[in-house]
């Protein structure tokens, strides 16, 4: 491909105010869709902006006569920004995408990208990805069709975290199995910090809670429901919904937990030490990111956090499944003024110069192999990122999304009904079967 060089930046938006893989910061500065011949447009949640504008700064120093407009929002924003660009045919040139359900959503609105690929990095491409990551990339796709709509830029696993801190002053090992949980949970309960903060008001968080339940209750069998082979009302799958349910009804999440977002009041909590355990994934490991300072004393070399796999449930799986796959992805418009311009942007922002730029602010898990922090900070923060490399994300069978949007709405909402009170396992496992029905 013969590309323009160089990059004036253009990364619109105010500071960031969290993170993450479910929810970027910033209060976004709108600007028009595709870009021009020198111009590519970037919108998504993640990275951060502070990350996306060291990316792009990369890619600057080694391209001249180009530029990146580049928008970060919060999830829920970008979600909104997303459709509404879609539906006024302004999609920018390269969007934030997760696969399955978020991907098929654009589909049509998307360009395959495995000539993008192949073009770049050779016919063996793939073999640069961890298999998670290019077996997710088609998720969703229909019959017959073998395209890359979407490729990773990190992947992840999700989990939980525990606050090292207040288990070492309480003399506690962070749970392996339900009972322990229980009993953790009440150990902790009358002090300062929520046992276990939920944050539950978030959909996204809300379905990978419950997909880490439903693998350690039955491996595999929620995809199986998925794909119309056994009905959502599976005696397994309405253990699983009991068990997402026994996190309010048993006092393990916090009162309120369903009004609570994790972006940024959770999190924000649990870096204060507010808080002994929190589901989220391996993107907390970007809280110690070597490139910034000021950084709250728990997040300092990661000192005071331990991550750790949802307990496993009894009679359900001996050990606890790993849960993940893609953090987060981006496809190119297929209106977009400039695809080759578009293409060396994703590559790069993949496994180039860019790449090693978000590798380095531990933004999450690379979605290429080979990818190292050119600094730690503390023998933990190594340790615990060579735990997430090496260790749990080959181990990654079960995906942290649904394929369909809306059966991936419908286990939300089920989710959510069950929280409130307002339906029990029974009837939220029936809800999902009649979504399920209707997409017959």
Request: proline share 7%.
């Amino acid at each position: 491909m013969k590309l323009r060089k160089s990059l004036a930046v253009a990364v619109a938006g105010a500071a960031a105010v969290g993170l993450t893989a479910c929810a970027g910061g910033a209060a976004p500065t709108q600007t028009g869709g595709g870009g021009s011949a020198d111009t590519v447009t970037f919108r998504s949640w993640s990275p951060i902006e502070q990350t996306t504008r060291q990316m792009i700064e990369a890619f600057e120093a080694e391209n001249e006569g180009s530029s990146i407009d580049a928008t970060i929002f919060n999830y829920p924003e970008y979600l909104v920004d997303l459709q509404s660009r879609a539906s006024s045919n302004t999609m920018p040139d390269i969007v934030g995408l997760q696969p399955g359900a978020l991907t098929q959503q654009y589909r049509d609105n998307l360009m395959p990208l495995q000539d993008c690929a192949a073009e770049t990095w050779g016919d063996d491409w793939q073999d640069k990805f961890y298999p998670i990551g290019i077996e997710q990339s088609r998720m969703g796709n229909p019959d017959g069709d073998e395209n890359f709509y979407s490729l990773p830029i990190l992947t992840q696993t999700v989990n939980l975290w525990a606050n090292s801190n207040i288990f070492d002053d309480a003399g506690l090992e962070v749970p392996k199995t339900w009972d322990d949980l229980v009993s953790v949970t009440k150990d902790l309960s009358g002090g300062d910090a929520a046992p276990f903060l939920l944050p539950a008001k978030d959909s996204w968080l809300r379905n990978v809670v419950f997909l880490q339940i439903a693998n350690n209750v039955s491996p595999g069998t929620v995809y199986e429901a998925e794909a119309g082979s056994i009905p959502w009302t599976d005696p397994a799958i309405v253990e699983a919904f009991s068990y997402w349910s026994k996190l309010f009804t048993e006092g393990i999440a916090q009162d309120g937990a369903i009004g609570l977002d994790a972006y940024p009041s959770a999190v924000n909590q649990f870096e204060a030490g507010n808080a002994a355990m929190i589901p989220l994934g391996a993107w907390w490991i970007q809280q110690s990111d070597p490139t910034k300072s000021d950084i709250p004393p728990l997040s300092e070399g990661m000192s005071g956090y331990e991550p750790f796999l949802f307990p496993t449930i009894p009679g359900g799986a001996a050990e606890s499944q790993f849960v993940g796959g893609i953090d987060v992805s981006l496809g190119i418009s297929k209106n977009t003024a400039n695809p080759e311009l578009a293409c060396k942007v994703l590559t790069d922002f993949i496994a180039g110069s860019g790449a090693q730029k978000l590798v380095n602010t531990m933004n999450d898990v690379p979605a290429v192999t080979g990818l190292s922090p050119e600094e730690f900070t503390s023998q933990k923060q190594e340790d615990i990122w060579n735990l997430f490399v090496d260790e749990w994300l080959p181990k990654v069978q079960y995906s942290r999304y649904f394929e369909s949007p809306k059966l991936d709405q419908a286990v939300a909402d089920a989710l959510a009904a069950i929280a409130t009170g307002d339906s029990t396992p029974e009837e939220a496992a029936a809800s999902v079967q009649a979504v399920q029905d209707s997409l017959n």
